[in-house]
């Protein structure tokens, strides 16, 4: 059974060159094309954004893993988001690199912690077959089976 945890509020004037506000304020920024296809320095754009807020929620979702098998993270682990936009014929698209160092553990059990967050992580979930994303441990690709990335929000 779905359960509402939260609801986010966030309102866009003038697309690419205009400006996004939350509603509470905390995020009030100019928006641009990003600096390297003509836009304006000191601005954000829509995929800055998303890698931010994908990074910080595979990076819970990775504690929460974590937290399940009794371990801590460093609290130097990371995750590094990279969202490149792209264009396909008229269309235009995203795709992601996620790139986690937990520093503390080995190779084999990042790459089962991380395995197990993208399972679990809300971005993850929602991009899932609607988006390429490349899982990396330490700058090393990592494979995904086809079947890791089915049904996972149904609980299959």
């Given at each position: 059974m779905k359960k509402n945890l939260y609801t986010a509020d966030a309102a866009a004037v003038g697309g690419?060159?205009?400006?996004?506000?939350?509603?509470?304020?905390?995020?009030?920024?100019d928006m641009s094309?990003?600096?390297?296809?003509g836009g304006k320095k000191g601005a954000t754009n829509p995929e800055e954004l998303?890698?931010?807020?994908?990074?910080?929620?595979?990076?819970q979702a990775l504690l929460v893993i974590s937290e399940r098998a009794s371990d801590t993270l460093d609290k130097e682990s990371s995750v590094h988001c990279s969202v490149t936009l792209f264009q396909?014929?008229?269309?235009?698209?995203?795709?992601?690199?996620?790139?986690?160092?937990?520093?503390?553990?080995?190779?084999?059990?990042?790459?089962?912690?991380v395995r197990q967050a993208h399972k679990i992580c809300p971005y993850s979930v929602?991009?899932?077959?609607?988006?390429?994303?490349?899982l990396r441990?330490?700058?090393?690709?990592?494979?995904?089976?086809?079947e890791e990335n089915v049904g996972v929000a149904e609980g299959k």
């Open positions: 690419r060159s205009g400006r996004v506000r939350s509603a509470t304020g905390v995020i009030d920024l094309v990003p600096e390297g296809l998303f890698a931010a807020g994908y990074a910080s929620c595979f990076q396909e014929g008229e269309g235009y698209g995203l795709s992601a690199i996620l790139d986690v160092d937990l520093k503390k553990f080995d190779e084999a059990k990042t790459i089962e912690m929602g991009t899932r077959g609607n988006m390429e994303v490349e441990v330490m700058g090393k690709a990592i494979p995904v089976q086809a």
